[in-house]
DNA sequence: GATTATTCGTTGCATTTGCAACGATGTCAA
DNA sequence: TTGACATCGTTGCAAATGCAACGAATAATC
C-alpha cells in the first residue's frame, strides 16, 4: 500500500556492493594463507614489499601498501618472531628501521606468491569480458572518489 | 641487476585494489555518518533493511546486509538505544525480533537517505562512462569468484 | 506426548583494531 | 650549542570484532 518513503537498495548501493565484493576476493586467498602458513592479510602485504623492495621501513610499508602505522608495525614484530623477517637499524637514520626477508621469508614468499598468482589467473578468466572497464573505473575511484 | 624473483606487483592485485577503493568509498560516507549523526556502517544497514522490509528479525538482517548476526545484534542493540530503533517479540515465533523503525529512526533516514542518494548521484557522475562494465564486473564476482 | 535437534538472539571471552600518546632520534633556526 | 619542533617505531588503552557457547523457543522424530 504505502510506497517505501524513498527509493534506495543496499544492493545496488556502490560503497556496500564494492565492500562485499571486496571480502569476497580478499577471503577466498586470506582463509588458505591463514589455515596453511597462519599469515594475515595484514603479513601479506607487509611481506610483498619486502620481498618487491628489498629493505624498507614501517614508514614506506604503512604508505604503500595501505596499513595503519601500528598494524604495520605489529605485522611485521610478528613475522620477525615467525622467522620470517629481520629487523636491523638503519645507520643513515637510526628512527629507521631497515626490514629484510630471511630465507626462510623468501621460501614462504615463493609459496604465497605461486598461490596469489594463480588466484589473479583465475580471476582474469572470470572477469576478462570487463576487465579493461573494471581498471578503468577503480582507477577513477581510487583517485577522483570523494 | 637480479631481475625480481617473480613479477608481482599488489597495486595491480585485485582483491588488494578492491579493498582500497571499498575503502575509500565507505570512509567518504561513514564520517559523515559518524561525525554528524554517531552512526556506524553496521548501524546504517541495520537501517536501512528495516526502513526498507519495515519489520525484520536479527536473522533477516544477518542474511539480506552482510552482517555477522553478534554484529547485526549490537548494531540494533544500540540503535534502540539510541531511540531508533523499537523491538517487539515476534507472536508467531517468539524466538524472533521484530525490529520497527520509531519516528525518531524515520527522521533519521531521511537525512541519511538524502546524503546516500547524493553521494551516488557523485558517483554515478564520475564513473558513468564504466557504469555497465562496472556492475557486471561485480556481478561476476559476487555470484562466480572463487 | 516425550525426547532429541535445530534455530533464534544474546553474551563471554580472547584477539584485533585505531588512536593518541610516548621515548628516541633527527632537523632547523636562533 | 642550544632549544623548539618534527618524525620514527612502539605501546597503552578503550572499543570493536569474530567465534563459540548459552538459554529460550520451536521443529522433528519416535
Known amino acids: 500500500m504505502t510506497p517505501p518513503a524513498s527509493s534506495f537498495d543496499l544492493a545496488t548501493f556502490l560503497p556496500y556492493r564494492m565492500t562485499v565484493a571486496a571480502e569476497r576476493l580478499s ?5 588458505r594463507y591463514r589455515d596453511d ?5 595484514a603479513e601479506w602485504r607487509v611481506l610483498v614489499h619486502v620481498a618487491d623492495a628489498g629493505s624498507v621501513s614501517i614508514r614506506e610499508i604503512h604508505r604503500r601498501v595501505h596499513l595503519e602505522k601500528s598494524k604495520a608495525s605489529r605485522a611485521a614484530a610478528r613475522l620477525q618472531a615467525a622467522g620470517y623477517l629481520s629487523k636491523q637499524v638503519n645507520g643513515d637514520d637510526r628512527r629507521l628501521i ?12 615463493q609459496d604465497l606468491l605461486r598461490i596469489a598468482l594463480d588466484y589473479q589467473h583465475r580471476l582474469d ?19 577522483d572518489a570523494p
Open 125 to 143: 578468466a572470470l572477469l576478462a569480458p570487463h576487465a579493461a572497464a573494471l581498471d578503468a573505473a577503480l582507477d577513477a575511484i581510487l583517485t
Open 37 to 41: 602458513y597462519g599469515i594475515t592479510i
Open 27 to 31: 577471503t577466498g586467498l586470506a582463509r
Open 98 to 109: 631497515a626490514l629484510t626477508l630471511t630465507p626462510a621469508g623468501a621460501a614462504l614468499m
